[in-house]
């Protein structure tokens, strides 16, 4: 499935500016008042170091709040964005003026550590899949995000090697137990969706039994998530569905558990925990001695 957002370089400041606006706002308000020690013409050399390995995701984030808060200042980078990096090393040294460095300093490294953590787990996922014989899922994440940071941590996602599930409400349809039940059963809400939502990316319903399986495959469905089943139904769904559907696995998904997840055929894995349980990357900022 491709990405639901755009990935361009111009989509990305954009978010980027947006966000870190908001961002900055909520940090600096009025003012600095502690950068206010520091004399106004002082420049300075900074380095931001990882303190443990990682995927990197945020760069435009780090731009655009210098670009904010520090319009001066010159960037250099060493590792980008999907790329990883070592424990100490250096990821990105920034020359500007020394007030901008330090009221940007904060709102960078939120970023940057929040974002390549996301990327950092998601392709410890992808990785561990890749080794299952026979395995074909994609790693998918949900909407189980920081709210207002949706964009950036599907963003981190992609850059950590896995795919992105629907934005939001508002792109795609995905039917759960509640709309089954409102609706009337599972071909009642499905032959709803194709009249009330024509244009949507997709159709997804989840189905908690094998019987409700069927009966989605005998209503026409293209995507069927299957929620919390066990290896068994898992490997009997694929067995029942032959191909007609994309199947997607959710809930119970752990690093322990997804390779035999991947090993029964199924075809997505929705993973929350990407953008949801995850530990900040450990970054700092580091001034060189005069």
Not at 154 to 167: E, Q, S
Not at 257 to 285: E, H, N, P, Q, Y
Request: hydrophobic residues 45%; aromatic residues 4%; proline residues 3%.
């Amino acid at each position: 499935m491709k990405p639901v957002f755009d990935y361009s370089d111009a989509a990305l400041r954009q978010l980027a500016q947006s966000d870190v606006a908001r961002a900055l706002q909520e940090d600096v308000g009025s003012g600095d008042l502690t950068a206010g020690l520091i004399e106004p013409s002082r420049q300075a050399h900074a380095r931001i170091l990882a303190r443990e390995p990682a995927v990197i995701c945020g760069a435009h984030w780090v731009e655009a709040t210098l670009q904010q808060a520090a319009p001066q200042a010159k960037i250099s980078w060493h590792v980008r964005d999907g790329q990883r990096c070592m424990a100490e090393q250096v990821v990105l040294e920034i020359t500007g003026p020394a007030r901008g460095l330090l009221t940007a300093e904060r709102t960078m490294l939120n970023f940057l550590q929040l974002l390549s953590a996301v990327a950092t787990q998601t392709a410890g996922y992808v990785q561990l899949v890749q080794g299952v014989p026979g395995n074909r899922a994609q790693i998918v994440d949900t909407r189980k995000t920081l709210p207002g940071l949706r964009l950036a941590q599907k963003y981190a996602v992609h850059c950590g090697g896995g795919f992105n599930h629907r934005i939001g409400l508002y792109d795609a349809v995905l039917i759960k137990e509640n709309h089954i039940a409102a609706a009337g059963g599972v071909t009642a809400v499905l032959q709803r969706a194709a009249v009330v939502a024509p244009t949507a990316k997709f159709v997804e319903i989840e189905v908690e039994t094998l019987a409700q399986l069927e009966e989605a495959l005998r209503a026409g469905t293209r995507m069927v998530l299957l929620d919390n089943m066990s290896l068994d139904m898992m490997r009997e769904a694929v067995r029942l569905n032959a191909g007609r559907a994309i199947l997607e696995v959710s809930g119970g998904v752990n690093l322990g558990t997804v390779c035999d997840i991947a090993a029964t055929g199924v075809d997505r894995i929705s993973i929350g925990a990407l953008t949801k349980d995850v530990k900040a990357i450990d970054f700092s900022m580091r001034f060189a001695s005069n």
